[in-house]
């Protein structure tokens, strides 16, 4: 008579169809619902500029840009220019930033795609500007932000040198100075005396700058996301949304209520197996079972995202109960203990990031238990293109799946 053990393996073996083995849900109307609570907090109600860069911290760029210009965004930031081309489509009267500084090289790209630099060197600036008088034929002036520096440590002018570079730029009649910007680096759980100082020397600059050069449509703006939570009040003409906007934690001691994160990642059940103890299994048969257990291939493996290499001590949701994992993760799928969720089966989901019943594992929980601060959530930007993306709006039920993220 053949063994129990096996019939259930045979009934099992075939695996579902790959573009239906793991996913990614993320959720518009937790979206919008993000923007609004960020507004509300905001005291003088400035513009939110949307960063989106990273793939929109792994959530999919154009399927969040086209619902954030939905909700009023009319301001989008990127890291390099090709980020920027892929949104422009998606943006077409759009303004995208460029943080930080463009390659030279890339300048074509930025006239011809009507993107916005961030200039924080003269010669960068002066090339912009002569391509632009050799080129840009009827084309108005290009849009340019300019970078102050306030640690005197990173990207950009540094704020006592600050007026005599923008008389520089100013002399380049090509270049409109539509927005002046810096990076508070000390709002990132630093001592708020000094992010409050910083901000505050900050914006003292760029009042001078605008009043001295009659500025009236160019933009101030400072806070990111732990600026918006700590500074509400400050007087900035913008703020840059980023993770905030995607529901991630920003600081350990301040967050605003509501907020909830937008992603959820699952997968089904490849294969369940009955192992018997004392049986070695993984590479190099690191691990042994210690008594009859049942185990459930779950297919995401750190192929999909390279902190799962790290990832001990974690679980999964299935049948809203926590299936702890089960030895290492593989390349293409990790394995859980499932002994005491006798009812699973293959092609059940498991939930890896997201709610399932009573339960909730949260992004950060995942990031601890792969050995990342969890103040650094926004590693699910590292999620990669092999799990397919869904989109769901909680008002019709109903679900777009982005075939641009497709397997």
């Not at 994160?261 to 590479?283: C, H, N, W």
């Not at 009859?292 to 192929?303: C, D, E, F, H, T």
């Not at 290499?309 to 994992?325: C, D, F, N, S, T």
């Not at 009573?358 to 601890?368: D, G, K, P, T």
Request: hydrophobic share 40%; glycine share 6%.
């Amino acid at each position: 008579m053949e063994p129990v053990m096996e019939r259930e393996n045979d009934r099992q073996q075939q695996l579902l169809p790959h573009s239906h083995q793991a996913w990614m849900e993320v959720n518009l109307t937790q979206l919008e619902r993000n923007v609004s609570l960020i507004q509300a907090h905001l005291a003088h109600q400035p513009l939110q500029m949307a960063v989106v860069k990273a793939d929109a911290y792994g959530h999919g760029a154009v399927v969040m840009v086209r619902k954030l210009a939905q909700c009023g965004f009319t301001y989008f930031a990127v890291a390099t220019v090709e980020e920027g081309i892929q949104l422009r489509a998606a943006l077409s009267n759009h303004t995208i930033l460029i943080l930080g500084p463009t390659p030279e090289a890339q300048i074509p790209e930025v006239i011809e795609h009507d993107l916005t630099p961030t200039v924080c060197t003269y010669r960068f600036a002066k090339e912009l500007h002569d391509y632009h008088l050799e080129k840009g034929e009827d084309k108005p002036p290009v849009s340019v932000h300019i970078r102050l520096d306030i640690s005197e440590s990173s990207i950009g002018i540094n704020l006592q040198t600050a007026a005599d570079f923008v008389a520089e730029i100013q002399s380049l009649s090509t270049l409109d100075i539509a927005g002046v910007y810096t990076h508070i680096p000390s709002a990132y759980g630093g001592d708020l005396e000094v992010a409050e100082a910083e901000f505050a020397s900050f914006l003292s600059t760029a009042r001078q700058l605008k009043q001295v050069y009659g500025w009236t449509n160019c933009l101030v703006h400072a806070q990111s996301s732990p600026g918006i939570l700590l500074f509400p009040d400050l007087a900035c003409d913008m703020v840059r949304t980023g993770i905030l906007l995607y529901g991630l934690p920003v600081l350990e001691h301040a967050s605003l209520p509501g907020i909830a994160p937008l992603m959820e990642v699952k997968a089904r059940i490849a294969y369940i197996k009955t192992v018997e103890s004392d049986k070695q299994f993984g590479y190099g048969y690191q691990y042994r079972t210690d008594q009859k257990v049942r185990i459930a291939s779950i297919p995401i493996g750190y192929n999909d995202a390279m902190f799962l290499y790290y990832w001990q001590q974690g679980q999964v949701l299935i049948h809203g109960q926590y299936a702890p994992l089960y030895g290492q993760v593989y390349m293409d799928y990790f394995l859980v203990d499932v002994t005491h969720i006798p009812s699973c089966q293959v092609g059940d989901e498991a939930v890896v990031i997201g709610r399932q019943g009573e339960n909730r594992i949260m992004a950060e929980q995942l990031a601890a238990q792969c050995g990342i601060d969890a103040l650094h959530a926004d590693c699910v930007h590292l999620w990669g293109s092999r799990l397919t993306r869904t989109y769901i709006e909680e008002e019709t039920g109903e679900e777009e799946g982005d075939t641009a993220h497709a397997t």
